[in-house]
Antibody
Framework: QVQLQQWGAGLMKPSETLSLTCAVS????????WSWIRQPPGRGLDWIGE???????NHNPSLESRVTISVDTSKNQISLRLSSVTAADTAVYYC??????????WGQGTLVTVSS | EIVLTQSPGTLSLSPGERATLSCRAS???????LAWYQHKRGQAPTLLIS???TRATGIPDRFTGSGSGTDFTLSISRLEPEDFALYYC?????????FGQGTKVDIK
């Protein structure tokens, strides 16, 4: 079955770079876009950006200048880097499989807290 | 970007009752590319509906999506105890993909 297993640092200081990885199993990376989505505490879901197996990307303009999304097809993994984090970046971060750009499989979520 | 406004913010109902959730878009959603998700605390969201009205695999038929253009509805015909949760709509017709702010369905 399709599984997305994600990991990364959970506690960060302001100005550091957030780094998360999502390992995909049970499906090929090709044929889909793979997204990162976050949910700040008490708020709704925000789409960060997406990548496909050929490393074509789309980003949310609100975060584009700070976001890097990459793919490693040899490991079936996607990664997110978000630079210069602030407290406003505190959120649960999810990776998700985009099928026609709706999301049918999700990772378990990673809580990232930015605090000095 | 397309802004999605969900209403009501909270819906207080009893098990067995019908729930009707609204999602209104700031502009036409091309292709009626709208999805609905259920989100429970501490879990990843679950896809319920795509393309406005196509039920996802394994989703009970008490969940129905409808609508087109700018106005969309998720109906839950008879609420089961496990249906009390947060619900989000999402459009994927135009970049950036966006979500509504959510409707909480809680027990009356």
């Amino acid at each position: 079955q399709v599984q997305l297993q994600q990991w990364g640092a959970g506690l960060m200081k302001p100005s550091e770079t957030l780094s998360l990885t999502c390992a995909v199993s049970g499906t090929s990376l090709s044929g889909y876009y793979w997204s990162w989505i976050r949910q700040p505490p008490g708020r709704g879901l925000d789409w960060i950006g997406e990548i496909n197996h050929a490393a074509n990307t789309n980003h949310n303009p609100s975060l584009e200048s700070r976001v890097t999304i990459s793919v490693d097809t040899s490991k079936n993994q996607i990664s997110l880097r978000l630079s210069s984090v602030t407290a406003a970046d505190t959120a649960v971060y999810y990776c998700a499989r985009g099928r026609k750009h709706f999301f049918d499989y999700w990772g378990q979520g990673t809580l990232v807290t930015v605090s000095s | 970007e397309i802004v999605l406004t969900q209403s009501p913010g909270t819906l207080s109902l009893s098990p067995g009752e019908r729930a009707t959730l609204s999602c209104r878009a700031s502009q036409n959603i091309s292709g009626n590319y709208l999805a609905w998700y259920q989100h429970k605390r501490g879990q990843a969201p679950t896809l319920l509906i795509s393309d406005a009205s196509t039920r996802a695999t394994g989703i009970p038929d008490r969940f129905t999506g409808s609508g087109s253009g700018t106005d969309f509805t998720l109906s839950i015909s008879r609420l089961e105890p496990e249906d009390f949760a947060l619900y989000y709509c999402q459009q994927y017709g135009d970049l950036p993909w966006t979500f509504g702010q959510g409707t909480k369905v809680d027990i009356k």
